[in-house]
T-cell receptor
Framework: GAGVSQSPSNKVTEKGKDVELRCDPI?????LYWYRQSLGQGLEFLIY????????KSGLPSDRFSAERTGGSVSTLTIQRTQQEDSAVYLC???????????????FGAGSRLTVL | AQSVTQLDSQVPVFEEAPVELRCNYS??????LFWYVQYPNQGLQLLLK??????LVKGINGFEAEFNKSQTSFHLRKPSVHISDTAEYFC????????????FGTGTKLQVIP
């Protein structure tokens, strides 16, 4: 697609429910990132996929969070048993190399705003 | 591992005045550096990047940044700000070479006062 697409744009859920957030990256971009943006916290790295390599899960805050990327394209971030502190905007980004330098210039989606009541 | 520090959470500045947003990073390897901007109710977009070569990098909307390796800094500057520059600015760092994790700072909110 022309840009990074995220759905849903807004999700309101009750504490304890599971949620799934979807990211459709730019066609041909092989690296995909998830970040969480909370008020006053900046962008918190969650997880990063690159091609067929094992994902870097070092930023996932707890075992309630998981993500997968199917077919090297669409990614789903799942939060189980949501808590109020999970409320945030979840951002997805994809990247392609700049020429031969391999720089990680990220193209972001509009985000999924999650509110846990 | 890399880290980024943006010490100023908010910077108020009068219209047409100059501004500098500070960014310092920590890394044991060579890095690429970035500034992203998030306008109100919009997504993040790239403002400028340093990959290699000239340490003075020019970006969109008249912004520029200078990479200072000895001071591990990548401060963002604009000689004369406009109301439309009101936004949140994020500094980011990644190790150079290949696909790598990109680490962001906590952001600086620039408030341009008419």
């Amino acid at each position: 697609g022309a840009g990074v697409s995220q759905s849903p744009s807004n999700k309101v859920t009750e504490k304890g429910k599971d949620v799934e957030l979807r990211c459709d990256p730019i066609s041909g971009h092989t690296a995909l990132y998830w970040y969480r943006q909370s008020l006053g916290q900046g962008l918190e790295f969650l997880i990063y996929f690159q091609g067929n390599s094992a994902p870097d899960k070092s930023g996932l805050p707890s075992d309630r969070f998981s993500a997968e990327r199917t077919g090297g394209s669409v990614s789903t971030l799942t939060i189980q048993r949501t808590q109020q502190e999970d409320s945030a905007v979840y951002l997805c980004a994809s990247t392609s190399r700049i020429g031969s330098s391999g720089a990680n210039v990220l193209t972001f989606g509009a985000g999924s705003r999650l509110t846990v009541l | 591992a890399q880290s980024v520090t943006q010490l100023d959470s908010q910077v108020p500045v009068f219209e047409e005045a100059p501004v500098e947003l500070r960014c310092n990073y920590s890394s044991s390897v060579s890095v690429y550096l970035f500034w992203y901007v998030q306008y109100p109710n919009q997504g993040l977009q790239l403002l400028l990047k340093y990959l290699s070569g000239s340490t003075l990098v020019k970006g969109i909307n008249g912004f520029e940044a200078e990479f200072n390796k000895s001071q591990t800094s990548f401060h963002l500057r604009k000689p004369s700000v406009h109301i439309s520059d009101t936004a949140e600015y994020f500094c980011a760092v990644s190790p150079s070479g290949g696909y790598q994790k990109v680490t962001f700072g906590t952001g600086t909110k620039l408030q341009v006062i008419p």
